[in-house]
């Protein structure tokens, strides 16, 4: 295969249940293996908003806006994998009962999605924040700390959070999600080394990237250790409190570091990546080609006609 030069773009993705969302500028497609081998497609044109164009405050903006669609597409690829194996059980004889219209619009999508959103960033900030803040709070009433309080607190994010996806990884559905999030990753990886986009050439990519949404969420914990080891209280309550108002400030530095990442291939680039990379091990799977098809398929719909993006 001929090597070409390479380029960063800005098309991101998402993997969902038996299926890909990926994302550029100007397009959205959701791609869904279907149980009878196809691959259902459905695209929609978008205007993008213009607080993305605003350093510091589309980071907090974009996080939550993907939370959302996140959700959104997550559940619509899980009501047209069931809804299609319950026709083809149908077909067969299977299904005892008459199935259920249970397609929701997409304002229903839309509200729904935020709720969860709004639900899992609640469920994100107690789980990394506060208890690693309360448990280090009890540390410090057996034992003097001196001074690493901080450090600490910065040790038990990092621990709760692998071991949090490390058990989310022996989940066999969960695991067939991130195999479909190495395929993302792969195929975006062929596009941007400027390869055809084939299956056999996807398979030569590293499943690995360095615009991941775990790396975001790592680069988040290592920001927010950073940040609060200048927070001089001891407090657990007022610790707890500052940090939640801070959530949007790291949010968007973590958001811009990831970006200026994504864009460069410099030592600073490479040193914000490296830990995010090493976290993808546990959320990136290799993937089959079928699951490669997929993420080309839903890829190949938002490159633009003139190609970079």
């Not at 773009?9 to 500028?25: D, K, N, V």
């Not at 996080?63 to 009501?79: E, L």
């Not at 395929?183 to 390869?195: D, G, L, M, P």
Request: glycine share 6%; charged share 25%.
């Amino acid at each position: 295969m001929k090597k070409k030069e390479e380029f960063q773009t800005s098309i991101g993705g998402q993997a969902l249940i038996e299926g890909i969302y990926m994302r550029s500028p100007s397009m959205t497609c959701l791609a869904v293996r279907k149980p009878d081998g196809e691959i259902f497609l459905e695209t929609d044109q978008i205007s993008p908003s213009k607080i993305s164009n605003i350093p510091f405050v589309r980071g907090a903006y974009s996080v939550i806006d993907s939370m959302i669609k996140g959700y959104r597409f997550i559940m619509k690829s899980a009501d047209i994998a069931i809804e299609e194996e319950l026709e083809i059980k149908e077909g067969e004889g299977e299904a005892e009962e008459p199935k259920k219209e249970s397609k929701m619009d997409d304002k229903t999508f839309t509200v729904i999605g935020a709720i969860s959103a709004v639900l899992g960033g609640l469920l994100a900030v107690v789980l990394f924040m506060i208890v690693p803040t309360f448990l280090t709070g009890l540390v410090g009433k057996l034992m003097p700390l001196n001074g690493w309080q901080a450090a600490v607190e910065g040790l038990l994010k990092i621990v709760i959070f692998v071991l949090y996806l490390f058990l989310v990884t022996r989940m066999k559905d969960i695991r067939r999600v991130f195999e479909y999030h190495g395929a993302e990753h792969k195929s975006i990886a062929c596009y941007e080394a400027r390869a055809e986009l084939t299956v056999e050439n996807v398979r030569e990519y590293p499943r690995f990237h360095p615009r991941c949404g775990t790396s975001y969420l790592f680069l988040v914990l290592i920001i927010s250790i950073a940040i609060f080891s200048f927070v001089p209280f001891t407090n657990t309550l007022l610790r707890a409190g500052i940090k939640l108002l801070m959530i949007p400030v790291i949010m968007s530095i973590a958001y811009e570091a990831l970006r200026y990442a994504g864009k460069h291939s410099n030592i600073i680039a490479k040193v914000l990546s490296y830990p995010g990379l090493l976290v993808q091990r546990l959320t990136a799977f290799e993937p089959d080609d079928d699951q490669i098809e997929v993420a080309l398929a839903a890829l190949k719909q938002v490159i633009p006609e003139d190609g970079e993006v």
